[in-house]
């Protein structure tokens, strides 16, 4: 079998479970290191006469990250396509098992048992109000109905806006200041928030530096993130 992703946690859970069946994946797809796989552009411009030129048989893709006119085009092309949908941990855990099981064709790793395990373990010793930045010019957090939002909540993280009628709301600064947060939770992906870029911008509030990989991936990486995450905001 021959599989093109176009998501890097799934070109990582595909690469840790059967590297063989991966012939191309997006510039994006930077796990595991030295992948050897054609390169078909990006998340969000994949060069679809590319893709179809490998003859793959199954593309696999995400609802969030994926446009949709791309996979219609690939499915036009009669490229076979499965699109998953990740708003949270437990539905992270189950399309990634369809995806390797019934979309590939695998039987189910043991790296995602161990995942599994990992997260059941978890309840927060306390909870804390936070607002959570994914980008900035303009600043855009987490909003509703996340899975980098889901696994904050299993950690004792409290997102302010979970509530807001948008996904990834666009919040003027001075809102977010005066949202009764007493914690700002910065991932260096998709912006690379770091020391010197992002908490200069919440004078009084604790800012936490996190793995945006452990945040907001879902595969291998959900292993080791809820101990990752749990260090990193104790930090602060």
């Known amino acids: ?48 006469a590319r893709i179809v030129s490998l003859a793959p048989d199954l593309v696999v893709a995400n ?40 979309g590939c064709g695998l039987a189910r790793p043991d790296w995602l048992d161990r995942a599994e395990a990992a997260w059941a373990s978890q309840s927060p010793d306390s909870v804390v109000p936070a607002v959570v930045p994914i980008w900035r010019r303009p600043w855009m957090v987490l909003g509703r109905d996340t899975f980098a939002g889901d696994v904050l909540a299993r950690l004792g993280v409290r997102n302010v806006y979970a509530d807001h009628a948008e996904r990834y709301p666009k919040i003027p600064l001075p809102e977010l200041l005066d949202s009764g947060a007493e914690l700002v939770v910065l991932p260096d992906e998709p912006y690379a928030f770091s020391a010197s870029d992002g908490p200069e911008a919440f004078p009084g509030l604790r800012s936490a530096l996190v793995s945006g990989r452990h945040l907001t991936w879902y595969g291998p990486s959900l292993i080791g993130a809820p101990d990752l995450l749990r260090r990193q905001l104790r930090a602060v």
């Open 63 to 102: 609802e969030e990250e994926n446009r949709a006119a791309d996979l219609d085009a690939l499915r036009e092309a009669g490229v076979s396509v499965l699109v998953t949908e990740v708003r949270t941990v437990d539905q992270a855990f189950r399309e990634l098992d369809r995806m390797l099981t019934v």
């Open 1 to 48: 079998m021959q599989v093109v992703s176009l998501v890097p946690s799934l070109t990582e859970a595909i690469a840790a479970t059967a590297p063989g069946l991966l012939v191309g994946a997006t510039a994006w797809c930077t796990h595991p290191a030295g992948l050897d796989v054609e390169r078909i552009g990006g998340t969000k411009n994949p060069d679809v």
